[in-house]
Every structure is written in structure tokens, then in C-alpha cells.
């Protein structure tokens, strides 16, 4: 591969839709708290969708449905049930690449009634805790595939960092869990993070613990097609992202994109990865693919055994990704 045209792709993209997409991101960011009748009008804004959030909600409302045809076909006919939970672990792995992407780099809700009632039906959706998965993303946007990544398609090894296998990094999907509360116990401890995240990723635990507790007292069966989904689902998630941070050189920030106009019109762009990390402050709809080239570059952040590379450096991009998570927390203690 060409390192310069890489390079050039990061310096060409990064400057100048740097200051326009952070001056957008901290307008929004910045947006004062209502009260009384403001603050009802405020909940009945963010809860009313625009054309681009009716096309998010599909994958989240298709992922539940499949789950309820699957319930009421347990009856009917297996296969039938085996294929509904296949569908629905789809629209999982898509409504969290796609849909519950978006909420965390857009912010779509910032009033606490609104923002709790995301969080909760996002998480029980997930399986997962959702803030959990916000303070993953936005590590995975920092340390992009190194060991810092709880997401990394590396492991450490005596020898230094390895490849994951593909099969067991997709199958052993829940090992991500405990490495990125791991992380983010570190991060609480080392750096100004709000210890709010933390009050609110166990709370999501807890709500969890009661989603398949609750199940499980209702109908067993129910249970164990919830817990097939999820599962399955984060398997697809995981197989994708392995394949757009395959583990070809350690410290690089590889990122691959796939460019079927077919495949992101379906599914919202989700396949202009690589565009997303050089741009991250760009709404992923609005992302156009990057002529000539298909991965990018970045160099690694606080080392000094990492390659050098002309062109917008790790540092740069680091920059960039703070400053957005920042403007998303502003007035808020947490990114939404």
C-alpha cells in the first residue's frame, strides 16, 4: 500500500471539516437545560423522529419483532424460531453499527427523562450496558486497534501483540466485557472521566440482571431466545468489526471500508468506516467514499517505537475525538 496516498487522505479530510464539524458538535453540545412547560416541549422534540431517525429506528424495532415472531413460533415450528432469532441477532448487530452509533456521536437525547428512557431501552436491547458501550466507542476512536482498544483485534502476548484469531475473537466476544470495565476503572482512576459513567453502567447491570431474572420467571423459553440473540448478535458485531480492523499491522490504526452504494443505502453509510475515523465529526450520512485509497493510517500515540508517518498523525485524530467527546458531555457529565 501507498503510505503517502494514506497520509494524504487524513490531511485533506481532517482540516477542514475539523473546525466546521466541531464548531456544529459544541453549538449542540452547549445547549442549556429547560424547565417547566420548556422542558415538556423539550422531551416531545426528542421524541418525535425526523425522517433520518425513523430510518435508524428500523433495526432496534425489527430486532424486537423478530424476537416476538420467534416467541409465538416456538409452537409453530422450530426452524421457523431458529430463523427469527437469526434475523433478529442481524438486526442487533445492525442497530448497534448503525442506529446506537449514531446516539452516541450525535447526542440525540439530552433531557434526563429522554436520555433515561434511551439508556434503558437501548441496554436492554444490547444485552449490554449502553454507557458501557459509549465509553468503549469512544476508546476504540482514541486507541484505535492497540491494546487500549477493550475492542482490539490484537492480544498481548509475551512476545508482544498478536493476532486474535478470527473465530475465537468473534465466538469469545463476552472476554471484551471485563477488559473494557477494566479500562474503565483505569480511566476513572487516572483521568478526569465523571464517576457518573460508572453510577450508570452499574445501574444498567442491574437492570440487565432484572431483564433475564424477570424472563426467566415468566417463560423459560422466552429467556433462552432473549439470550440467543443477544448472543448471536454480538457474534455479528464482533465479526465486524473484525473485519474492518483486521490485525495486519500492529500500531497502524488499519481501517477498511466497503463501498457498495447498495450495501449503504440499506444500512446508512455503515460500510465508509475508514471515512468515519478520518472524519469523525461528520455525521456518518453525510460521508461520501474517499477516492483512491481504503485504509488509513495513524501513528501511535506516546510511543516512540511506532512508525512514523507523514500526514495527519494519531496525535491529530486523538485531538479531534477528544474534543468531540467533550463537546458531548458538555452541561451533561456524560457523552450522549
Known amino acids: 500500500m501507498n503510505r503517502n496516498k494514506a497520509a494524504k487522505v487524513g490531511a485533506v479530510t481532517g482540516g477542514a471539516l475539523a473546525a466546521r464539524g466541531m464548531n456544529s458538535v459544541l453549538r449542540r453540545g452547549s445547549m442549556p437545560r429547560s424547565g417547566g412547560s420548556g422542558s415538556l416541549s423539550q422531551i416531545a422534540r426528542e421524541l418525535t423522529p425526523s425522517w433520518n431517525g425513523l430510518r435508524l429506528l428500523l433495526f432496534p424495532a425489527a430486532e424486537f419483532f423478530c424476537i416476538m415472531a420467534a416467541v409465538r413460533s416456538v409452537t409453530v ?41 434511551s439508556e434503558s431501552a437501548i441496554t436492554a436491547l444490547l444485552g449490554t450496558p449502553f454507557n458501557e458501550y459509549r465509553q468503549s466507542h469512544w476508546r476504540h476512536h482514541r486507541h484505535t486497534n492497540l491494546l487500549e482498544d477493550s475492542t482490539s483485534t490484537w492480544k ?27 479500562q474503565l476503572l483505569l480511566e476513572l ?68 471500508s466497503l463501498y457498495s452504494p447498495t450495501y449503504n ?8 468506516h475508514f471515512e468515519h475515523h478520518a472524519r469523525v465529526q461528520e455525521p456518518v450520512i453525510s460521508l461520501s467514499p474517499t ?8 501513528s501511535r500515540q506516546n510511543r516512540p517505537d511506532g512508525p512514523k508517518l507523514t500526514g495527519r498523525s494519531g496525535k491529530e485524530t486523538n485531538a479531534a475525538v477528544r474534543g468531540q467527546e467533550r463537546a458531548l458531555r458538555c452541561g451533561n457529565g456524560s457523552a450522549g
Open 77 to 117: 415450528s422450530l426452524w421457523a424460531t431458529a430463523g427469527f432469532i437469526a434475523l433478529a441477532a442481524i438486526a442487533l448487530a445492525y442497530s448497534l453499527h448503525v442506529t446506537f452509533h449514531e446516539v452516541v456521536h450525535r447526542r440525540s437525547f439530552r433531557h434526563p427523562v429522554t436520555k433515561w428512557l
Open 156 to 182: 498481548a502476548t509475551p512476545q508482544g501483540p498478536k493476532p486474535r484469531h478470527f473465530l475465537a475473537y468473534a465466538l469469545g466476544w463476552p472476554s471484551m466485557g471485563p477488559r473494557s470495565f477494566r
Open 189 to 256: 482512576r487516572e483521568t478526569h472521566h465523571n464517576r457518573e459513567i460508572l453510577r450508570h453502567v452499574i445501574a444498567e447491570l442491574v437492570l440487565i440482571g432484572l431483564i433475564h431474572a424477570a424472563l426467566l420467571l415468566y417463560d423459560p423459553a422466552l429467556w433462552l431466545i432473549y439470550s440467543a440473540v443477544i448472543y448471536l448478535g454480538w457474534t455479528c458485531i464482533a465479526t465486524v468489526n473484525y473485519l474492518q480492523h483486521p490485525p495486519v499491522e500492529y500500531g497502524s490504526g488499519y481501517t477498511t
Open 265 to 272: 443505502l440499506m444500512f446508512y453509510n455503515n460500510g465508509l
Open 291 to 298: 477516492p483512491g485509497d481504503w485504509r488509513v493510517y495513524r
